[in-house]
């Protein structure tokens, strides 16, 4: 394990406003001998997700087990940012390097993906406190808004976006995307939701189920907990930036997770959000490296989210808070007597690919994978659980090709890569400063 335990013990859960502003749903533990079509290791969107695929679509009988309950991941944690992503490698970088057929379906897999969302919400009545959609990108550096200005279009300089509710004391400039680009959500209520349409579609749910051991069984897998096992001809892991490396080994150091923080305030008063001129509930990011993602929450506290970190000892964790609250005073002065009244973490999954992954275990029949979304996994996560789902019924090309290049192994030491590579990103970046 990269982490210390800290921010990996299932018995834990983050101190999120989400958690503190929705109830979840507490399945049983898995207890003695159980036997379905498909196991499915994680009860976040991908594992529900595909969950409701095979059950809706297949008829299939399906157990879902999560080592705590269903949202404790970075599922339940997340920025509620529904939108575009799951990969860290750019359109014109796929063409390039996988043609542009692979590029184009990778683009069509993202848009989809903020469709399932969509259809999720509608189809299931998941009341997840959807927001006003689009996206804004912010330039933090004259170089970043000058790299904007040269994209062209609907680009808008500091009064356009004062004059459009997004004042910020920092940014010099911004593009707006438009409802294409998704919509802010409650991510508990979300993932929770999802776990309330499995259970009413049949799904069987365990909580408090840590799987310790995956072991080939004749016909398919036995995946043993602390109080039973679970046999299946196939199985799909979807643990995400959780995963037990060691399950399967194959797995091992093909991922890299990383730690993404976020901040909610006390809900601001209508004086102080005229005073800074931030009124809109539109999901707002950065293009910097080492990000901030930021969103007036529906209830009028503001949500602020920086990706970074390298330990959850207390005193780093606490060391990143403080330096991210400074940040947040320095973009939005007029908020800067807002106290924090929640600030937890979470891990999100790299690849070395660059890309997901969604497809088999080499070597391993029945065994599958769905993970990686590169802390963008929302929208891809949902779509990618349920074109899993079809793979694993056998249709392994349903997922786009992007997603089916097993990522290779890190080559070297990932703390110390990870460590290098923030420094370098810092640099980079250079210092957040407030406009002139
Ligand atoms: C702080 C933070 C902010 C983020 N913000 C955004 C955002 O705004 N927008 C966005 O698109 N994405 C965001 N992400 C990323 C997004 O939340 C994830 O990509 C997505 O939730 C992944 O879903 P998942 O189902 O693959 O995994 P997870 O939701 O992480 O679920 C994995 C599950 O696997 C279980 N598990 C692990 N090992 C075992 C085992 N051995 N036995 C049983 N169960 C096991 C865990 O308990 C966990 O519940 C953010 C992530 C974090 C941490």
Same mark, same amino acid.
């Given at each position: 394990?990269?982490?210390?335990?800290?921010?990996? #013990?299932?018995?834990?859960?983050?101190?999120?406003?989400?958690?503190?502003?929705?109830?979840?749903?507490?399945?049983?533990?898995?207890?003695?001998?159980?036997?379905?079509?498909?196991?499915?290791?994680?009860?976040?969107?991908?594992?529900?997700?595909?969950?409701?695929? +095979?059950?809706?679509?297949?008829?299939?009988?399906?157990?879902?087990?999560?080592?705590?309950?269903?949202? @404790?991941?970075?599922?339940?944690?997340?920025?509620?940012?529904?939108?575009?992503?799951?990969?860290?490698?750019?359109?014109?970088?796929?063409?390039?390097?996988?043609?542009? *057929?692979?590029?184009?379906?990778?683009?069509?897999?993202?848009?989809?993906?903020?469709?399932?969302?969509? &259809?999720?919400?509608?189809?299931?009545?998941?009341?997840?406190?959807?927001?006003?959609?689009?996206?804004?990108?912010?330039?933090?550096?004259?170089?970043? %808004?000058?790299?904007?200005?040269?994209?062209?279009?609907?680009?808008?300089?500091?009064?356009?976006?004062?004059?459009?509710?997004? &004042?910020? $004391?920092?940014?010099?400039?911004?593009?707006?995307?438009?409802?294409?680009?998704?919509?802010?959500?409650?991510?508990?209520?979300?993932?929770?939701?999802?776990?309330?349409?499995?259970?009413?579609?049949?799904?069987?749910?365990?909580? &408090?189920?840590?799987?310790?051991?995956? &072991?080939?069984?004749?016909?398919?897998?036995? +995946?043993?907990?602390?109080?039973?096992?679970?046999?299946?001809?196939?199985?799909?892991?979807?643990?995400?930036?959780?995963?037990?490396?060691?399950?399967?080994? @194959?797995?091992?150091?093909?991922? +890299?997770?990383?730690?993404?923080?976020?901040?909610?305030?006390?809900?601001?008063?209508? #004086?102080?959000?005229?005073?800074?001129? @931030?009124?809109?509930?539109?999901?707002?990011?950065?293009?910097?490296?080492?990000?901030?993602?930021?969103?007036?929450?529906? #209830?009028?506290?503001?949500?602020?989210?920086?990706?970074?970190?390298?330990?959850?000892?207390?005193?780093?964790?606490?060391?990143?808070?403080?330096?991210?609250?400074?940040?947040?005073?320095?973009?939005?002065?007029?908020?800067?007597? $807002?106290?924090?009244?929640?600030?937890?973490?979470?891990?999100?999954?790299?690849?070395?690919?660059?890309?997901?992954?969604?497809?088999?275990?080499? *070597?391993?029949?029945?065994? %599958?994978?769905?993970?990686?979304?590169?802390?963008?996994?929302?929208?891809?996560?949902?779509?990618?659980?349920?074109?899993?789902?079809?793979?694993?019924?056998?249709?392994?090309?349903?997922?786009?090709?992007?997603?089916?290049?097993?990522?290779?192994?890190?080559?070297?030491?990932?703390?110390?890569?990870?460590?290098?590579?923030?420094?370098?990103?810092?640099?980079?970046?250079?210092?957040?400063?407030?406009?002139?």
């Amino acid at each position: 394990m990269l982490y210390e335990p800290e921010g990996l #013990d299932p018995a834990r859960w983050p101190d999120s406003y989400w958690r503190a502003s929705h109830s979840g749903v507490t399945c049983p533990p898995l207890a003695g001998r159980a036997k379905a079509d498909v196991a499915i290791i994680g009860a976040g969107y991908a594992g529900l997700n595909a969950a409701l695929e +095979l059950v809706e679509q297949h008829g299939a009988r399906v157990i879902v087990v999560d080592a705590a309950q269903p949202g @404790w991941g970075a599922s339940g944690r997340n920025g509620g940012f529904c939108c575009k992503g799951g990969a860290r490698i750019e359109g014109p970088a796929i063409g390039r390097r996988l043609g542009a *057929g692979v590029a184009e379906e990778w683009a069509a897999f993202q848009r989809a993906a903020i469709e399932r969302v969509r &259809d999720n919400l509608d189809r299931y009545a998941i009341d997840a406190q959807a927001t006003e959609p689009g996206e804004l990108r912010l330039a933090s550096t004259p170089r970043e %808004w000058r790299a904007m200005q040269r994209e062209g279009g609907a680009v808008m300089d500091p009064r356009a976006l004062r004059e459009a509710g997004f &004042d910020t $004391a920092v940014y010099h400039g911004g593009i707006l995307g438009g409802p294409e680009e998704g919509f802010g959500l409650h991510p508990y209520a979300y993932v929770t939701g999802l776990a309330g349409a499995a259970l009413d579609a049949g799904v069987t749910i365990h909580g &408090d189920s840590p799987v310790t051991r995956l &072991d080939p069984a004749p016909g398919g897998w036995v +995946l043993r907990t602390a109080g039973g096992e679970l046999h299946a001809p196939r199985v799909l892991i979807a643990t995400n930036g959780y995963s037990d490396e060691r399950l399967p080994r @194959w797995l091992s150091r093909r991922i +890299l997770p990383a730690i993404s923080n976020i901040m909610v305030t006390r809900p601001l008063t209508g #004086d102080e959000i005229q005073a800074q001129g @931030w009124t809109r509930q539109v999901m707002a990011y950065d293009e910097r490296l080492m990000l901030h993602y930021f969103r007036l929450l529906p #209830d009028n506290r503001f949500l602020f989210g920086a990706r970074g970190g390298l330990s959850f000892r207390p005193a780093s964790v606490a060391a990143f808070a403080r330096r991210s609250r400074a940040e947040f005073d320095m973009i939005f002065p007029a908020f800067r007597n $807002a106290e924090t009244e929640y600030e937890w973490n979470g891990l999100v999954c790299l690849t070395a690919s660059l890309a997901p992954y969604i497809g088999p275990v080499p *070597g391993a029949a029945g065994l %599958w994978l769905a993970l990686g979304w590169h802390g963008n996994g929302v929208a891809a996560a949902s779509e990618g659980g349920r074109v899993a789902a079809r793979a694993v019924m056998g249709a392994p090309d349903a997922p786009p090709a992007l997603t089916r290049r097993p990522p290779p192994r890190f080559a070297l030491p990932r703390k110390p890569a990870l460590a290098a590579g923030m420094a370098l990103a810092g640099l980079v970046d250079g210092r957040l400063r407030p406009r002139p």
